[in-house]
């Protein structure tokens, strides 16, 4: 399987109750996802993104071509096993509660009562539900069901997980868990494909973006080559003293450059998060949003779920292991290796808790430039993570980032 | 089989959430022993039963019609229009499975409610006696022709034809037949006119009904019947001397050796009556005969309409034959449901509400519309015989396979009727509308068109 999601000249037209063509909704689509990579797809409202992942999925027959997931047709229960889907709103029954309706979701996958029950329980912890997991999810509000919406997607732990607009209607702390969560994804070897016109969302996130336009792709590419500046460079410090500023633009314009010097401005996202951390950690009565209040609750929950997850994930199974290893160009595959400290901080962040799986993923490290942009908000991120989780994984996270090609060396967890 | 399982229940937690099975159990719940307690009937303690049981049997069966068609309809429309059905249809489940799904939880639901209600009706039933005060007689008389579960001997078909040619061609060789009229309305006319022959006896005839192969039988049997007669006696009653034993007796006058029955009776015309005959009269070799005569205290002759006679003896207890009354109506319940699949895989909600009630409606009373339908002009017939009828014959019949015509009169529900009623409304009927709405549903486009 060379690629994750793979479309050939992909057409839908939508016509009128007389057959004539109304509209092209997606216009001979060639889109090719590779395994583990992160994929966006952006573009302007009905420029065709949604109706591409209808029709991957299945839902919307083709008019003309066809498209293959993970090597597979989209609406074969097989291939279905494997991936998860969110669709643009959470369309959930409304007169099941929010447990209920993850037993419904896990059921259809017949997973055995008890991985379902672990499951489940994990998710609702992750998403921060588990105080209002008897409610109907009829009366959640929106962000609380896309919370919902993104626990059923991944019940099945997917290989492939498909996100249409994953973070409408949450709060900055429920978006930046999922940019958080999808970003773990990707380190175990996942691929996903999303959806959005939510920009700064993508730009955090995702490796590979296209962007569509009148259901065609107009470009597509790496984000980083897409978005870096080659023509600038960036130097951050520690506060350094002004004479220390001075000598440095000294020695710039000795090179015939022009320099700025300010101090960087935290972002928005970073700062409210940080707010409401000190908030939950002074343990302040709230007033705000109820989800925001269950984000907490997970949070600060979260190492009960690291170690209900990390005793699935050392339970001793395996099924599918494919042995398939993804490569990308800039990848150097490493066999049969996962580096531990990795796998803890996933179990973490994610119920994707069945070891089955995990096995068959082969790590793939990023070599990533550390320079750009996104790098450095990531730094920021993880500062933040660190503190709300309780400092626990800061190490491992640390060692994630920075020590990657060493991945091969540790052992299996 | 899992995923079918969890969308079976999950249609049956939607039917009870969203309280539309609750109305309908709470109205039934309240509404069964409010008739267990109003119902009158003719004041006797059969007619209150009988009234009972007719009344509360089909409100159930027709409250339950509407709820199936409601549920199995929404379950599948709701998902679509509401759009569950996009993060459902992509997990690991066959359309066909979804499907399937929605049907059992459809079918187990009303099969717990059917149960549920069918045993309040049986309690009340069979409770209603010991609450009100009657008359021994009263009792008894519903113990015989209400608590049971009774099958009539076959009346053998008089034979006419012979008759009917003699007549004719004796007609015919003195030249009075009438001008003008095919010969095919006279020899029905000469039908008719030997038939009610048959069944007629003036003052001081006897007549006399045979049945083969009469089984011996545990209890005794009953001849219902009605008097029609042609000048209503003051006191609007008559006497009839009614006779049952042994065919060569009545026949041949051989000796017989089981006892003959022989009393008289006075009754009144025009309404259905019966009596009560031991069961030793069946003679060994199963040759039985009734016999009526027509006692010169009348002064008037008696007529029995066509289907004035029966002999009737008990096959069944009241209970097997309510299980079996129950059945048939969950078979029309099961039609149902695959009915609303089948509108809902292709209509909107309430389009498909009317699709399925105009169906439920007309094959409530099929039989008229079949019947109705035959005088026809010739040309309309024409085109009907070859498009509409078809489509017609396609409908269940309701009217046909209704408990309520058999639990009334006590009549025994066979099983072989009962399989009947499985394999053609069930097996045939409703599998190829399921086949249908399968195909359906697995080609068409499940998301709408939003660009």
Known sequence: MEYAVETFSLTKIFSDWWGRTKVYAV????????????????GPNGSGKTTTLKMLLGLLHPTKGKSLLLGGDGADPKINCRIGFLPEESYLYRYLNARETLDFYGRLFGLPAKVRKMRIEALLDMVGLKAVANRAVGTFSKGMARRIGLAQALINDPDLLILDEPTTGLDPIGTRQIKDLVLRLAERGKTILLCSHLLADVEDICDRIAIM????????????????????????????????????????????????VTSPMDKLETFFIRTVTAAQQQAQPTSGAVSTTKIGDFLTQHEAVESILDKLVSAPISKNASGEIPATEKVAAVESARPKADEQLLSKLTSASEPSESKAVRREIKTEPVESQPRRQ???RENILDKLTGGSGTKSQDKDKTEKPQAGDSGDA | MHSIWAVAINTIKQAL??????????????????????????????????TFVS?????????????????????????IEQKQIYTVITKPIRRFQLILGKLFGVIVLNTILLCLFSAIIYTITIYMPKFINVPEYELIEANNEFFTARASLNVPEVDVTRE?????????RRG???????REEIITQLTQQAQLAKRAAGVGQVLLWDFDNVESLAENIFIKFKYDVSVSPPDSQVYGRWFAGDYQYFKYGTQ??????????KHSVRDFHEIEIPAEVVPEHGHLAVAFMNVPLNNVAIIFPPDGLEVLYKADSFGNNFIRAVLLILFRLIFLACLGILAASFLSFPVAILFCFVIFFTASFSGFVIESFGFLGENIGTIYSYSLKWLIQLLPQFDKFNPTKFLVPARLISWSFLAKCAVLMVCIKAFLILILSLIIFSYREIARITV
């Open chain 2, 164 to 172: 009917v040619t003699d007549r004719y061609k004796e007609l015919d």
């Open chain 2, 55 to 79: 009344y509360a049997l089909s409100l159930t069966s027709f409250l339950l019609c509407l709820l199936t068609i409601i549920i199995s309809i929404y379950s599948v429309t709701s998902d």
């Open chain 2, 176 to 182: 009075e037949l009438p001008a003008n009229v095919p």
């Open chain 1, 27 to 42: 216009d001979n689509l060639d889109l090719k996802v590779r395994p583990n990579e992160v994929f966006g797809l952006l």
């Open chain 2, 256 to 265: 017989s050796k089981t006892p003959i029955y022989d009393e008289m009776h």
């Open chain 1, 213 to 260: 336009y009148g259901g065609k792709i107009q470009t597509q590419g790496h984000v980083r080559e897409l978005l870096q500046q080659t023509n600038k460079r960036q130097i951050t410090t520690d506060a350094i003293s002004d004479a220390t500023v001075e000598k440095i633009k000294q020695l710039v314009r000795e090179e015939d450059a022009d320099c700025e």
């Open chain 1, 378 to 380: 990531e730094q920021a």
């Open chain 2, 17 to 50: 959430r969203i309280k539309v099975a609750v109305v309908f159990t709470i109205l039934l719940i309240v509404l069964l022993p409010v008739l267990g307690i109003t119902t009158t009937g003719d004041e006797t303690l059969k007619g209150r039963l009988q």
